[in-house]
């Protein structure tokens, strides 16, 4: 399984591709990534609904992951995440990438609702749930609840 972008192929992380992907110097597989990997093998049914390898086309390099953070809920909601190597900031990819995870999402019946959350002062998160058309839905904390319904 591959999503494809103008600049970007996003690949669900597993086993395998953890051992064919090419990472960028800056990449670094986060704990995350390993969690996702446990789970995933005593659930295969969680492919796609966890950590995705962001590759930059041209370079055919790792610049970033994200994902949902398990399967759509009994509210048919799915929350989503996402980070991007420093280097690779600001060029649109976080938006590029999380745009197409959101419509992969959406093409499945038991997904009406993408969640996201991010610090109330982390300016270039915000902008890429802007992007995405998400509406803010409240404020828990230093964190910002953001929202997109189907």
């Known amino acids: 399984m591959e999503l494809l972008t103008k600049r970007l192929r996003l690949i669900p992380c597993t086993k395998e591709s953890l051992n064919i ?3 960028s110097k800056e990449y670094q597989l986060g704990p995350h990534v390993y ?3 446990e789970v995933l093998e005593k659930d295969p049914s969680l492919l796609g609904w966890g950590v995705w ?3 930059d086309k041209e370079k ?3 610049i970033g992951d994200m994902g949902f953070k398990g399967k759509p809920n009994s509210e048919n909601t799915v929350e989503i995440g996402y980070g991007i190597v420093p280097s690779e900031q600001g060029k649109g990819y976080a938006t ?3 745009m197409t995870l959101i419509q992969w999402a959406f093409s499945f019946d038991n ?3 993408v969640v996201a959350e991010c610090l109330v002062d982390n300016i270039p998160s915000i902008r890429v749930l802007e992007k995405l058309q998400m509406k803010r839905v ?3 904390g230093n964190m910002l ?3 997109l319904d189907k």
Request: glycine fraction near 4%; charged fraction near 35%; avoid cysteine.
């Open 111 to 113: 997904v009406d609702k």
């Open 53 to 55: 390898f962001v590759i």
């Open 60 to 62: 055919n390099t790792v």
């Open 35 to 37: 969690r996702y990997l």
């Open 96 to 98: 590029e990438a999380a």
């Open 21 to 23: 992907i090419k990472k």
């Open 138 to 140: 409240g404020l828990e």
């Open 145 to 147: 609840k953001w929202q």
